[in-house]
Each structure stands twice: as structure tokens, then as C-alpha cells.
């Protein structure tokens, strides 16, 4: 009896588990990247430069919790292209609906749909942030290293 209830708590467990494998792996494909370290994801060989109109603005919470900007700007090859660029904080007066921006970033989910890229540097309305190092290093992330290191003395 209770090797039957333990087979039968395992067999629960296995077919949870492979039931929610897809499920996590949908997750995964959201648009903003699911890590701790994100400029990993840049990829300094796919950097592009793109114009645009911007059709929305939001937030979404990407990295280990922290809420990103994100554009959904209209390319003038009428792509839908998402623009991944800091957290809220880092950005004074970000751009919004109807501005035309320049970006300069690298290609997280490459050109086909859904398009997204990186933000390493965003230009609208006679307005330039420097979001990320060459390398494709938060600048907002050295800001709190540089403050930390103050902080300790």
C-alpha cells in the first residue's frame, strides 16, 4: 500500500513536470529575456540602426523583475519593430506616441517577427540617451557600481 502511494505521487510528479515543460518554454519566448544578466543577450554583431514612428509606449518587467521602457515603433519598411531601452528612472521625458526615434541596437529575436532589439543608443525629437556600452553594458547598471563603490568608504 504504501509502495503504491509512493509509484503514484511519483508518476503525479513526472507527468506535472512534462505538462509544464511547454508552458516554460512559452514563457521564455516573451519579448523581454528572462535573465540576470541581460546585456548577455546583446550581440554586438547584429548591431542595426533603425528609424521610426512610435505607436506605444509601456512597461514590461523583464529582467529578474525589473521593469523595462519598451517602444513598439512602425519601421519605414512598415515593420513592427519592439525597442527594449531601460528602466523607467534612466530616461527623462522618454518618447511617446507620434515621436519619430532613431535607435541604434542589436537584434535580440533577429528580423523576423517578433521583432525585437536592444537599445544601446535612442534619438528622438533633438533628444540622445546613451543607454548601453559598446558592449552592450547597462550604463544605468555602472551608475550603481560607481555608487556602491562610493558608498563602501
Not at 69 to 96: C, D, Q, R, Y
Not at 111 to 117: A, K, R, S, T, V
Request: hydrophobic share 40%.
Amino acid at each position: 500500500m504504501l509502495i503504491y502511494g509512493i509509484m503514484k505521487s511519483i508518476v503525479v510528479f513526472v507527468l506535472t513536470a512534462v505538462l509544464l515543460i511547454p508552458v516554460a518554454a512559452r514563457e521564455n519566448q516573451h519579448t523581454c529575456r528572462r535573465s540576470k544578466n541581460p546585456w548577455r543577450h546583446y550581440r554586438v554583431n547584429t548591431v542595426t540602426r533603425i528609424t521610426g514612428v512610435v505607436n506605444a509606449v509601456y512597461q514590461r518587467e523583464c529582467y529578474s523583475h525589473q521593469s523595462m521602457i519598451v517602444l513598439e515603433i512602425t519601421s519605414a519598411e512598415n515593420k513592427v519593430v519592439l525597442i527594449e531601452t531601460a528602466p523607467p528612472g534612466f530616461i527623462k521625458n522618454p518618447p511617446v506616441a507620434g515621436d519619430t526615434v532613431t535607435v541604434m541596437g542589436a537584434w535580440i529575436q533577429a528580423p523576423e517577427p517578433p521583432c525585437l532589439i536592444m537599445a544601446r543608443r535612442l534619438s528622438w525629437n533633438k533628444n540622445q540617451v546613451e543607454l548601453r556600452d559598446p558592449n552592450g553594458f547597462p550604463l544605468w547598471r555602472q551608475q550603481r557600481r560607481r555608487q556602491n563603490q562610493r558608498g563602501r568608504g
